[in-house]
């Protein structure tokens, strides 16, 4: 098993940066593809971004494309989201996710374990 916890999330302003982590327990973390996802208020929850368990893999939505970078630092267990030129339809619950061994995957029903999230807030 592994456990998640999301941190980094915050309050910023239109065209500003924030980078989110998501701290893994777990000596097989490696082994873990990573997603994030993120939900809106009255919205579902929507894909943003996946790394491989290699972590030579990554894959992006097409709304962050660009402007989210997503790594992973095996090492630390941690997976980070660099986001930049946020915009205010950036704001959302963000939350990470994995499962073993996946290939990338944007459906959140692969995905096994989840962070509890953390609050982004764009402000125009």
């Known amino acids: 098993q592994v456990q998640l916890a999301e941190s980094g999330g915050g309050l910023v302003q239109a065209g500003g940066s924030l980078r989110l982590s998501c701290a893994a327990s777990?000596?097989?973390?490696?082994?873990?593809?990573v997603g994030w996802f993120r939900q809106a208020a009255g919205k579902e929850r929507e894909f943003v971004a996946a790394i491989g368990w290699g972590g030579g893999t990554t894959y992006y939505a097409d709304s962050v494309k660009g402007r989210f970078t997503i790594s992973r630092d095996n090492a630390k267990n941690t997976v980070h989201l660099q986001m930049n030129s946020l915009k205010p339809e950036d704001r959302a619950v963000y939350s990470c996710?994995?499962?073993?061994?996946?290939?990338?995957?944007?459906?959140?029903?692969?995905?096994?374990?989840w962070g509890q999230g953390t609050q982004v807030t764009v402000s125009s």
């Open positions: 996710a994995a499962a073993w061994k996946l290939n990338i995957a944007t459906d959140p029903s692969e995905y096994n374990y």
């Open positions: 777990g000596r097989t973390f490696m082994s873990y593809t």
